[in-house]
């Protein structure tokens, strides 16, 4: 079974940050695209980030462009998603997701993660 982790969600503040990580335990995502997606409460889920096998080419939603940031370290087998100046918008669970037909139009992604949240409150 392909099982993605994720952690580091949280309760924070508007304009704090936030990093979040996924770890696939028991197999390799090496050769993947990797995705983040979040769904808030009564929306549909949004593909909020994708990256390249390679780490050479990213992909963002412009609701979080230029305040989030995704990477991924291939020998560690993990994702990361450092997220700066959270906005109450923000708020909802976060996914990590992959699969071997991933695209960075956020289709065809066949693992997920169980979701971690975030939320974004003063």
């Known amino acids: 079974q392909m099982q993605l982790l994720e952690s580091g969600g949280g309760l924070v503040q508007p304009g704090d940050s936030l990093r979040l990580s996924c770890a696939a335990v028991?197999?390799?995502?090496?050769?993947?695209?990797m995705g983040w997606f979040r769904q808030a409460p009564g929306k549909e889920r949004e593909f909020v980030a994708g990256i390249s096998r390679n780490s050479f080419s990213t992909i963002y939603a412009d609701s979080v462009k230029g305040r989030f940031t995704i990477s991924r370290s291939n020998s560690n087998n993990t994702m990361s998603l450092q997220m700066d100046s959270l906005k109450p918008e923000d708020t909802a669970v976060y996914y990590c997701?992959?699969?071997?037909?991933?695209?960075?139009?956020?289709?065809?992604?066949?693992?997920w993660g169980q979701g971690t949240q975030v939320t974004v409150a003063s």
């Open positions: 028991g197999w390799s995502f090496n050769n993947y695209v």
């Open positions: 997701a992959t699969g071997p037909a991933a695209t960075f139009a956020g289709t065809d992604y066949d693992y």
